[in-house]
T-cell receptor, first 115, second 111 residues
Framework: GAVVSQHPSWVICKSGTSVKIECRSLDFQATTMFWYRQFPKQSLMLMAT?????????EQGVEKDKFLINHASLTLSTLTVTSAHPEDSSFYICSASLNAGVEQFFGPGTRLTVL | GQNIDQPTEMTATEGAIVQINCTYQTSGFNGLFWYQQHAGEAPTFLSYNVLDGLEEKGRFSSFLSRSKGYSYLLLKELQMKDSASYLCAVRDSQAGTALIFGKGTTLSVSS
């Protein structure tokens, strides 16, 4: 089956620093990748959709200058949380789909804690 | 816009059957998904419905009525490991291929 990995699994950083999260499709080429954020006991909230080689499409209320997304290849998308603050602490999950297919394959998530 | 509603919590006992309902409102419907998520883990795919009717897959079945904006996930022969959050998600044709998730239903299975 299709496997999506994320790195790191968890990260703790100081307020004001930037954190990069990688999302990789290991055994397929993902034309589209999605980034979600999940706060405790809440559902997944779509942050942005990224297509390989083009700019990401951000959902309303998500600051594109704060959450930088790069989808440089068909197997890698990165999310950089710039100048992180405690309110950015959350569970960040990526997913990938193949050729706009039906199913999205989710990564294991990255837990970010900003002190 | 989109709106997806499902119960917050449900409880059941081992061996029982439980039905988790989901109602949705979207600008343009293009498929409904059910995912299972254990605490601290990523969601795993359970089912997909795009046409009306029942889709059965082992102990899990999912039903869709597009005219009513309604779906349910049916879990049979419940096991303790089925304790998890169950997420209803809709693909809105105006949102491309992205999924819009409901808040999830936390199911607790007791012995």
């Amino acid at each position: 089956g299709a496997v999506v990995s994320q790195h790191p699994s968890w990260v703790i950083c100081k307020s004001g620093t930037s954190v990069k999260i990688e999302c990789r499709s290991l055994d397929f080429q993902a034309t589209t990748m999605f980034w979600y954020r999940q706060f405790p006991k809440q559902s997944l909230m779509l942050m942005a959709t990224s297509n390989e080689g083009s700019k990401a499409t951000y959902e309303q209320g998500v600051e594109k200058d704060k959450f930088l997304i790069n989808h440089a290849s068909l197997t890698l998308s990165t999310l950089t949380v710039t100048s992180a603050h405690p309110e950015d602490s959350s569970f960040y999950i990526c997913s990938a789909s193949l050729n706009a297919g039906v199913e999205q394959f989710f990564g294991p998530g990255t837990r970010l804690t900003v002190l | 816009g989109q709106n997806i509603d499902q119960p917050t919590e449900m409880t059941a006992t081992e061996g029982a059957i439980v039905q988790i309902n989901c109602t949705y409102q979207t600008s343009g419907f293009n498929g409904l998904f059910w995912y299972q998520q254990h605490a601290g883990e990523a969601p795993t795919f359970l089912s997909y419905n795009v046409l009306d009717g029942l889709e059965e897959k082992g102990r899990f079945s999912s039903f869709l009525s597009r005219s009513k904006g309604y779906s349910y996930l049916l879990l049979k022969e419940l096991q303790m490991k089925d304790s998890a959050s169950y997420l209803c998600a809709v693909r809105d044709s105006q949102a491309g291929t992205a999924l819009i998730f409901g808040k999830g239903t936390t199911l607790s299975v007791s012995s």
